[in-house]
Nanobody, 114 residues
């Protein structure tokens, strides 16, 4: 079973930046595609970023140009650099392995507010 542990959430002002980390265990991380999802209050969980084992990245339009997903295979870690944060980015952020039927982290809260 793949286990994922996120960290790095918190409170940030609009326009600010935050970096999330997700450490994976229980898989051959370097071969895995990893993703980030988020769930805002009262809304469904939504996908917004993916990085393949080759390092190819994909983003939903709402975060493109502001968020960057990256990985360090030596540390079994995937990162999410978030810049120019907006109030609508407020959500619980989840790391994912294996798609919606795969494994999830416990989530980390990101709150964008002044």
């Amino acid at each position: 079973q793949v286990q994922l542990v996120e960290s790095g959430g918190g409170l940030v002002q609009p326009g600010g930046s935050l970096t999330l980390s997700c450490v994976a265990s229980g898989s051959v991380f370097s071969r895995d595609t990893m993703g980030w999802y988020r769930q805002a209050p009262g809304k469904q969980r939504e996908w917004f970023a993916t990085i393949t084992h080759r390092g190819t990245t994909y983003y939903t339009d709402s975060v493109k140009g502001r968020f960057t997903i990256s990985r360090d295979n030596a540390k079994n870690t995937v990162y999410l650099q978030m810049n120019s944060l907006k109030s609508e980015d407020t959500a619980v952020y989840y790391c994912n392995w294996g798609g919606t039927d795969g494994s999830w982290g416990q989530g980390t809260q990101v709150t964008v507010a002044s």
